[in-house]
C-alpha cells in the first residue's frame, strides 16, 4: 500500500512500488479550519502548504505556520519528516509545532494525541508517518508573525569576492539574531558569453521586522554583504512565500492555493548537514569540482542556529539540531530530459555522486547526516537486521532515536503492513 499526500517524496515512495499495489490518495481531503483566537489549525491529510498559507491569509496577517516554501509541497509528507523553513531559526521545525493529530493505524482504530500515546505521536513528527500508518489530519500551532517582514537578495560572482563572503556566512548568520533566515543558492555559469566559468552565489533573506531595524546589525556583523535600504523590501508574510515560492510578491496570493500553476520539475538529489565552517581551501576544491559538471547543478544552504539549539536531538525523531550551522541539498536538474535514465541524465547523476565523495571531508560525520524528506536510496535500502538498517537509518535519525522508532513500529504494526523500500523496520528485540 501506497500514501500519498502532496506527491513530493524524491523516490516516489508514495506513488510507485516493484510490485501491484494499491495507493490512499488524500487529495479530496484538504479542508482548513483556522482558529484565530486561539493560534490554532486543524489541517486534513492532503492539504498542500500553499493552501494552507493562503487559507491562513485569508484570516490574518500576523500568524504564520512555520513550513517549507514550496506551495505544492504535501503538510503531511512535510511534517511526517521534520520540515524546516524561513520560521526555523525562530519556531523550530513544522513538527515542533504540531499538537495533536488524527491517526488511522493498521487495525482502522481513528485515533488522537491522548489515545495513540506519546511515543507514537513523537514517531509520526519525523520519523515518517507512512512506517506507522495514515495520517488523516494534523493540529497545528500558529505563530506570530510582523504585519510587515524584509525581503533581500544579494548576487555574487567569484571575480566580486563570492568565497571571502560564504565564509564569512558561515560564521556569521548561524549565530545572528533569530529574526533573520537565509537562503544561499550556489551555481556555476559562463562568465558573459565566454566559455570560462563562474560561480554565482545568491543569498536571499528574511527578515521578522523591518529594515530600519536589520540594517544596522548587517552593517555591524556582516558588512561585506552590501545589503542597502535599496535593494530591501518590506511585505506581508504571505509576499515572501510568493518569493520564496518563484512568484512575484505582487502576484495574487490565490495562485498558492491554485495546484496547476506550480511548473512540474525534475532532478535527483543529496542532502548534508555542516558542522564546522568549510575552509577557503575546501571551498575552492568545491568550485573546481562544480566546474566539472555541465552546469546542471545546484547547491541550497539553509541557516540553522536559534531556536534549533534549544532543542534536544531526542525531542522529536529529527536529530539534525544544536551544533548545526546550515543544512545543504545538493541537486542536479533533469528538467530538459525526457527521462532519468538518458545518457545526459546518467551522467549528471554520476557528476552528483562523484560531489557527494567532494564533500565527505566538509559535512557531519559518524553518522554523516540526511534529510528524511530529501530521501535518497542511495543511502541504503537493507533492513534484514539492526547492522544493515543503520546504514541508511542513522544517517537520518541517529541511534537512539532510529532504535526508538523500531521499537514504536514493533508495538504498533508488528506485521508490517506499512512498509516501503526505507520504512522503519519491525524487530522484536531492540
Ligand atoms: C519543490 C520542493 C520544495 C521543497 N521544499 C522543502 C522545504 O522548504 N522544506 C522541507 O522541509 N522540505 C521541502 N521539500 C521536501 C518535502 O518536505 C518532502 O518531499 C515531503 O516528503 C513531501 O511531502 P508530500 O506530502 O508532498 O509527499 P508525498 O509523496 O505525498 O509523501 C511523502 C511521504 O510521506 C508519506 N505520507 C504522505 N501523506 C501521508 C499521510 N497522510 N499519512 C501517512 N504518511 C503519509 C508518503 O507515504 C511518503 O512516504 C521540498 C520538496 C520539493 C519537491
Ligand atoms: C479558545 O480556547 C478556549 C479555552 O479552551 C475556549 O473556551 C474557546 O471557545 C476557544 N475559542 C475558539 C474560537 O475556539
Ligand atoms: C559576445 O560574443 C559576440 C560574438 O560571439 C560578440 O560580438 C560580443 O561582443 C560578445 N559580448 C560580450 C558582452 O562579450
Ligand atoms: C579564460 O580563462 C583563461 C585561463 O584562466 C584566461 O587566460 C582567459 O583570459 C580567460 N578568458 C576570458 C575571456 O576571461
Ligand atoms: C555602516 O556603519 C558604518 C560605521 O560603522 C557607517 O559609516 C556606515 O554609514 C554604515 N552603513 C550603513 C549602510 O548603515
Ligand atoms: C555595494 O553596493 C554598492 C551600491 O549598490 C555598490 O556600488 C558597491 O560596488 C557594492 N560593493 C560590493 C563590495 O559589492
Ligand atoms: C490556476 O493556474 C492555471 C495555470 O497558470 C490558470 O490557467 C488558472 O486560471 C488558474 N486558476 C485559478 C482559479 O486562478
Known amino acids: ?71 505544492s509541497v504535501g503538510v503531511s509528507g512535510f511534517l511526517s519528516g521534520g520540515g524546516y523553513g524561513n520560521l526555523l531559526r525562530k519556531y523550530g521545525t513544522g513538527a515542533d509545532n504540531v499538537l495533536d493529530a488524527r491517526f488511522m493505524d493498521v487495525n482502522g482504530n481513528i485515533l488522537d494525541r491522548e489515545s495513540m500515546g506519546e511515543d507514537l505521536f513523537w514517531a509520526i513528527r519525523g520519523g515518517g508517518a507512512s512506517s506507522f500508518g495514515i495520517v488523516l489530519a494534523w493540529k497545528l500551532r500558529l505563530v506570530p508573525v510582523p504585519e510587515r517582514v524584509t525581503l533581500f537578495i544579494v548576487s555574487v560572482t567569484l571575480e566580486q569576492g563570492a568565497t571571502d563572503i560564504f565564509h564569512k556566512y558561515q560564521y556569521v548568520l548561524p549565530n545572528f539574531d533569530r529574526d ?86 525534475n532532478f535527483k538529489s543529496k542532502s548534508d548537514y555542516v558542522r564546522t565552517p568549510i575552509p577557503k581551501s575546501g571551498l575552492i576544491k568545491i568550485w573546481e569540482k562544480m566546474f566539472e559538471n555541465d552546469m546542471s547543478e545546484m547547491l541550497q544552504m539553509y541557516t540553522f542556529g536559534g531556536k534549533m539549539e534549544e532543542y534536544s536531538d531526542t525531542a522529536t525523531p529529527y536529530p539534525h539540531r544544536a551544533g548545526v550551522l546550515y543544512q545543504v541539498y545538493k541537486l542536479v536538474n533533469l528538467i530538459d530530459q525526457p527521462s532519468d535514465t538518458t545518457t545526459i541524465s546518467l551522467k549528471r547523476i554520476a557528476w552528483l555522486r562523484s560531489f557527494d565523495e567532494t564533500l565527505e571531508s566538509y559535512v557531519s560525520s559518524n553518522p554523516r547526516e540526511a534529510y528524511l524528506n530529501y530521501n535518497d536510496l542511495d543511502l541504503g535500502v537493507g533492513s534484514g537486521s539492526y547492522e544493515e538498517a543503520s546504514v541508511w537509518g542513522e544517517r537520518y535519525w541517529k541511534r537512539e532515536n532510529f532504535k526508538k522508532l523500531i521499537r514504536v513500529k514493533s508495538i504498533v504494526d508488528p506485521g508490517n503492513f506499512f512498509r516501503h523500500p526505507q520504512s522503519i523496520p519491525s524487530f522484536s528485540d531492540m
Open 1 to 71: 500500500m501506497r500514501i500519498r499526500s502532496g506527491g513530493h517524496d524524491y523516490e516516489g515512495l508514495s506513488y510507485t512500488a516493484d510490485v501491484p499495489f494499491v495507493m490512499l490518495d488524500l487529495v479530496n481531503m484538504r479542508s482548513i479550519d483556522i482558529n484565530v483566537e486561539n493560534q490554532t489549525a486543524w489541517v486534513q491529510g492532503g492539504a498542500l502548504l500553499g493552501e494552507l498559507y493562503y487559507t491562513i491569509s485569508q484570516k490574518t496577517d500576523t500568524l504564520y505556520f512555520p513550513a517549507g516554501m514550496c506551495p
Open 180 to 265: 533573520l533566515q537565509m537562503r544561499v543558492q550556489i551555481n556555476s555559469e559562463y562568465i558573459g558569453n565566454t566559455t570560462n566559468k563562474t560561480i554565482r552565489i545568491l543569498f536571499h533573506g528574511i527578515y521578522q521586522g523591518n529594515a530600519d531595524t536589520l540594517l544596522p546589525l548587517l552593517n555591524q556583523s556582516f558588512p561585506e554583504l552590501n545589503v542597502t535600504r535599496e535593494i530591501c523590501q518590506e511585505v506581508r508574510m504571505v509576499q515572501s512565500t510568493l518569493q520564496f515560492g518563484g512568484f512575484s510578491i505582487s502576484a495574487h496570493v490565490e495562485v498558492l492555493a491554485n495546484r496547476s500553476a506550480i511548473p512540474k520539475t
